[in-house]
């Protein structure tokens, strides 16, 4: 098969072509990238959003144990105006008055057992939040970090692109430069 010699201006068209191809992927990167990034948040985003839920949960715990406490007290405080009442009480009153007390006394160990569930969950969270804070202070901003002109997928479109784009204009002008000397 004999080899095809290409005239300049099939050279030029190829030339242009490849910057317009060149031009498409340019965009077709561009937009993936913003893509990507709109659709997937950053690692650092995710970090951040599971310690706010860790927090939260902490925050939640904090607030079940503090109602526990003051369910203790409140019990603690019933237990002793019925120790104070039973002073003056006669022998039935004090069959109620023991009863009463045992059921407040269940209670408290009940609510202080739950109080040592929640602290046991509350230290298990704490080291979670760490291990989590942790791992946000050692994940490296990313390629989602930067900007989006800075990102390598760009930066490589667009350094092919503009090779193409200065061929082509080196291209043109040596075209151009024929064309005036054949006058």
């Given at each position: 098969?004999?080899?095809?010699?290409?005239?300049?201006s099939?050279?030029?068209?190829?030339?242009?072509?490849?910057?317009?191809?060149?031009?498409?992927?340019?965009?077709?990167?561009?937009?993936?990238?913003?893509?990507?990034?709109?659709?997937?948040?950053?690692?650092?985003?995710?970090?951040?959003?599971?310690?706010?839920?860790?927090?939260?949960?902490?925050?939640?715990?904090?607030?079940?144990?503090?109602?526990?406490?003051?369910?203790?007290?409140?019990?603690?405080?019933?237990?002793?105006?019925?120790?104070?009442?039973?002073?003056?009480?006669?022998?039935?009153?004090?069959?109620?008055?023991?009863?009463?007390?045992?059921?407040?006394?269940?209670?408290?160990?009940?609510?202080?057992?739950?109080?040592?569930?929640?602290?046991?969950?509350?230290?298990?969270?704490?080291?979670?939040?760490?291990?989590?804070?942790?791992?946000?202070?050692?994940?490296p901003?990313?390629?989602?970090?930067?900007?989006?002109?800075?990102?390598?997928?760009?930066?490589?479109?667009r350094?092919?692109?503009?090779?193409?784009?200065?061929?082509?204009?080196?291209?043109?002008?040596?075209?151009?430069?024929?064309?005036l000397?054949?006058?």
């Open positions: 098969m004999p080899s095809r010699s290409f005239t300049d099939e050279r030029l068209q190829e030339a242009q072509a490849y910057v317009v191809f060149l031009n498409r992927v340019f965009s077709a990167v561009k937009l993936g990238i913003e893509a990507e990034r709109i659709l997937a948040p950053s690692s650092n985003q995710v970090i951040q959003t599971e310690i706010l839920k860790t927090k939260r949960q902490l925050e939640k715990i904090q607030r079940q144990i503090h109602e526990e406490e003051q369910k203790c007290q409140r019990l603690q405080r019933g237990i002793d105006e019925l120790n104070r009442w039973y002073c003056g009480t006669t022998q039935p009153g004090l069959d109620k008055l023991g009863v009463e007390i045992t059921r407040r006394s269940q209670a408290i160990h009940q609510a202080k057992d739950r109080i040592r569930e929640l602290e046991t969950e509350k230290r298990v969270l704490m080291i979670h939040l760490k291990k989590q804070q942790a791992q946000l202070a050692t994940v901003n990313g390629v989602d970090e930067l900007p989006i002109e800075t990102d390598p997928r760009l930066v490589a479109a350094t092919a692109l503009n090779a193409a784009q200065n061929e082509l204009k080196a291209m043109q002008s040596e075209a151009a430069s024929k064309t000397q054949s006058f």
